[in-house]
């Protein structure tokens, strides 16, 4: 289906669940991050890219206080009170949408005094892919709350809605990236994103007119960021910034690192190399991109892959040999992407190699006896949007 089609049987799924139109169809897409990872929470500097891969909300307002959602991806229709609603109660893929409701009350809406609302999700952003299927939801119903509702929040704060949506009412202690690309997301480009400031610049890819595709290479090997590691390490992070006495670790650099070793253990340390390394890796890949185009940043994609394989200690077995297979067949550079643990790694790849690429991952994967990965290309594409 293209994605009007599915816009549009979001729209006539709304109508035969709820009886009666939808105001209006909203969208939002995943995110790949292009380099970046783990620097959001510590207030860093992060470069994804909206995708071509979305999520639909079909909303409608009520006359009542009551919201109800339902989903493709689940048979479940469920409702709650908006002026009781609170992250104890949320559970499920509907701590998404409704953890967005009760964060919008957080940031001052009157919940008691809204309409309630029906709404219809749909998506193909594949789930446990690190591609954010989780932040698409947030912002498509973010953006159609915003708009029915009146609140004209701009999308910086819409961002920070989500992350409290997803920290509080999903339980995941995630950072702000994946929602800001979401909504600020441009065709053919990155965002740029100071994590402390929330000050964003949009950044040309220029990946078509250099004969250039993104290889996304799901390896099945699902991750959830509301357990373990993740918060492990930025438990770690803390720790570095405290033993450093700083705020965060935005506020050390490279030059500091010397200091950081004879003062912590070696894990810490470890931890506090990468994040250190990957913001400086951030700036020399929008530097790179500014000046000389993509085709020169696949040294910088691999450096990122190595610190998060050995540093920061995220990535799996499936990762790391997707990242070797595709380097090999001609990628020009790879990492992982997302928050690790499983997902997806990404291939800088030249659009006439990209057979070669799939080939050559599907067949390392089926020669170590791992499940097929799932193999496709995205593009850089437009945040979060009103569809119909
Ligand atoms: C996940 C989180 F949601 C992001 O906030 C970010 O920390 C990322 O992992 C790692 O860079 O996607």
Redesign the pocket.
Known sequence: MTHDDIAAQAAADFRSQFGRAADGVWSAPGRV?LI??????NEGF?LPFAIDRRTWAAVGLRDDNTARVTSTFSDDEVEIELSTVGPEQLEGWSAYPLGIAWALGQNGVELAEQHGFDAHIASDVPVGA?L?SS?AIECAVAIALDERWQLAIDRPTLARVGQLA?NEAVG?P?????QSASLLGRRDSAVFLDCRSLRSEIVDLGFAAAGLAIVIIDTKVSHS?ATGG?AARRASCEAGAAALGVESLRDVGVADLDRAREIMDDETFRRVRHVVTENARVLATVRTLRESGPLAIGEILDASHVSMRDDFEISVAELDLAVVAAREAGAIGARMT???FGGAAIALTPLALIDEVTARVGEAFAQAGYTAPEIFTVTPSDGAKREL
């Open positions: 991050n970046g990872e783990h620097t959001d929470y992060v690190g954010s932040a997803e995941a995630t950072g702000i990236m994946d960021h993740y997302g928050g690790g």
